[in-house]
């Protein structure tokens, strides 16, 4: 595999379920992000992982639950979640020295019934 | 806040037609980048600008940064179908809960027909 991976790329829950979406990166980056992409929105800075320490939390309510046990994976654990929180999770890894420029994953698509 | 306004939000050309969207900010970014986003896939990078004036070319497609670094255009020549796609620019925050993280715009999506 090269690149970044999501799993899984199609996800359907009820607002009962517990969930978790993976993430893995294979370009030897030390930073990991999820976000969140909505029609009509720009996309939104959830989490930030710095060498495994998150270091931004974007006021996400706490139903989202990051994971990050090493430099190269990261989850995002899903509970009780609301039909809004339907959208795209999309994973992104990198160097964040230089002009950080990212590394996307091909996004999970989540639906919440 | 730093905000990036992409515009136009929908163009539909048709293919051999020129082009040109538009990133504006009222914020100036030591560097913007532009994505192209795939249906079914996650943004991928095109170019990165840093310098005030920057004129950079990727194939058919021209990538400028403001003398003030505070808006960037993408021209692209003779669009083909295989343009189409949402084009995203992110631009780095410079202060607050923003800092060293990349601030996205909404996005123009474009759609090129044969």
């Known amino acids: 595999e090269t690149g970044v991976t999501q799993t899984p790329r199609h996800l359907v829950m009820g607002m009962t379920n517990k969930k978790s979406l993976k993430c893995e990166q294979h370009l030897g980056h030390n930073a990991m992000y999820w976000y969140k992409q909505s029609a009509k929105k720009p996309l939104e800075l959830m989490f930030v992982?710095?060498?495994?320490?998150?270091?931004e939390n974007n006021s996400v309510p706490s139903r989202f639950s990051p994971e990050c046990p090493n430099s190269s994976h990261l989850f995002l654990h899903l509970h009780t979640l609301q039909p809004e929180d339907s959208a795209l999770y999309l994973c992104?890894?990198?160097?964040?020295?230089?002009?950080?420029?990212?590394?996307f994953g091909p996004g999970t698509r989540l639906t919440v019934l | 806040t730093q905000l990036l306004e992409q515009s136009p939000q929908f163009l539909s050309i048709q293919e051999g037609e020129n082009l040109t969207v538009y990133c504006n900010s009222s914020s100036v970014f030591s560097s913007l980048q532009w994505y192209r986003q795939e249906p079914g896939e996650g943004p991928v990078l095109l170019v990165t600008v840093v310098t005030g004036g920057e004129v950079k070319k990727l194939k058919r497609l021209t990538f400028q940064f403001g003398d003030a670094r505070k808006d960037s255009s993408l021209h692209i020549t003779a669009a083909q179908p295989g343009d189409t796609g949402l084009y995203l620019c992110?631009?780095?925050?410079?202060?607050?809960?923003?800092?060293?993280?990349?601030?996205f715009g909404k996005g123009t999506k474009l759609s090129v027909k044969p």
């Open positions: 992104a890894s990198s160097t964040r020295d230089g002009y950080n420029e990212q590394f």
């Open positions: 992982y710095n060498f495994k320490e998150q270091t």
């Open positions: 992110a631009g780095e925050g410079n202060y607050g809960g923003s800092q060293g993280n990349l601030i």
